[in-house]
């Protein structure tokens, strides 16, 4: 197998920072023979892969980002939970603000699978569809 991510800083000065990145994960088996003749599912797909992009508008402390993220089908076998993983394809969205009177505190939300693409990451789990995530962090 291959795992891979990089990040790369296109762009950056006084005012702004823009990045982009990338991951990738490659198996090359989703099932593995046992000494018994009995198939085992890894229950993971062989391939899955991501690609982001962030830009930070430095004075103001605004940044905004998207990750897309690709997950390749696959047979999940696990005690009572089996059948067939359909392939995802999301997009996320990420806004922060970091005020510059109070540079200790992120504000931020998150939304994941933007266009709601209706997926089970595993037999028997719900149906998963877009997800809202709101943070205050505080640095001390």
Sequence with gaps: GLDFGFQYNIYDDNYHNINAGGSVSWVDKDQLRLSSGETVALNAPRFKSSVTFDHTIKKPGFSYGFTFRYQMGYDANSSVYFGYVKPAYLLDARVSYRPSFFDKMLLSINVNNVA????????GTPLMG???YARAQFTF
């Design 116 to 123: 709601n693409y209706q997926w089970q990451s595993f037999p």
């Design 130 to 132: 877009t997800q809202f």
